[in-house]
């Protein structure tokens, strides 16, 4: 996977830049000693301060119990690089292997959370469970994001967004649109 | 604009192929013989089957009180080639102008809800709001897609995924990983 990725704290309410174009994105927990990683790519922000993200972690994940009971977790953004990881993790259960062995992901400590980071992914957005008030109906979880941490280069990663039956989205060009917004929109 | 764009129906099951990868979409609304659109981008899948959509709408929205009373809206999907439309639609309120005249878009009538599709997109997701119980804490409403309709070609469209602060990012080159999936997983 390449040399260790310079990183850099940036504010929480400043993560939509990274998780509004709807990346594919990495979950990870710790609950009882064991740690575990799950493939997600249902999620959205939901505010900016508080720093809330909504993820649907559907209630047959090994993960699922694990984040509820321990009211943590991180998201981790992969680029394309990672992509056969990322697919890896979603096709396996937790209960039966170790993720982080199995697709050569390396588990770091956080900086607020028990849950691991994983050293691979671009950013890490350490999360704190806010509201489960939809967990039973639609295993909808409101996350504070608590502590961001980004890769300090490339500027715009190359990350990977699911389309279904194994098929995925390369982010592409970048276009600057700020000249025609109002300054308050900004 | 160009032409007439040529769609056809497809199941509402099958939905997240359009909205899980994070595009910006339009989100067209009709009430008290009004219609109406708004840019939208904090938006997830939730379920298949109901087909639910879960979408932040800021209470500060014009939008806001159109959808929630009449219930409805339409979750349209633009192209690049619309940018500057979803742009200016972004950075204006529908208390102060006509967006469909202001920005050149198409109003025409949907299958199964009072609010209109906006012709010049790609897709089409007419919704019914299905569960509101998040609505006051967090602007969030739970959506029922009951009919979708997207253009024949092409395949993968050129969609539009916000960054903040007026930049974008547009869709990039697709890569086919499902002979990595597990076939239950497809």
Redesign the interface.
């Known amino acids: 996977m390449g040399g260790r990725i310079e990183k850099h704290e940036v504010p929480v309410s400043?993560i939509?830049?990274w998780l509004?174009?709807?990346?594919v994105v990495l979950v990870s927990s710790r609950w009882q000693g064991r740690a575990n990683v799950m493939t997600l790519?249902?999620?959205?922000?939901?505010?900016f301060t508080p720093s809330?993200v909504?993820?649907?972690i559907a209630a047959s994940n090994h993960s699922f119990s694990m984040i509820r009971e321990s009211g943590q977790c991180v998201i981790n953004l992969p680029t394309?690089e990672l992509?056969?990881a990322v697919?890896?993790v979603?096709?396996t259960s937790g209960a039966e292997i170790d993720k982080f062995q199995g697709f050569g992901l390396t588990a770091e400590p956080s900086l607020e959370v028990a849950a691991p980071a994983i050293a691979e992914c671009h950013a890490h957005f350490e999360c704190r469970l806010y509201?489960d008030?939809?967990v039973d109906?639609?295993n909808?979880f409101?996350f504070e994001v608590v502590r961001a941490r980004v890769a300090t280069a490339p500027e715009?990663p190359?990350t990977?967004?699911?389309?279904?039956?194994?098929?995925?989205?390369?982010?592409?060009?970048?276009?600057?649109?700020?000249?025609?917004?109002?300054p308050d929109?900004?």
Chains 1, 2 share one sequence.
């Open positions: 400043g939509r830049r509004e174009p709807g990346p790519g249902w999620h959205t922000v939901m505010e809330l909504g993820c649907v394309v992509l056969d697919v890896g979603g096709n509201d008030a939809l109906r639609y909808f409101v715009h190359r990977v967004h699911y389309l279904g039956e194994g098929r995925f989205m390369v982010a592409g060009e970048i276009l600057d649109r700020s000249s025609l917004f109002r929109m900004l």
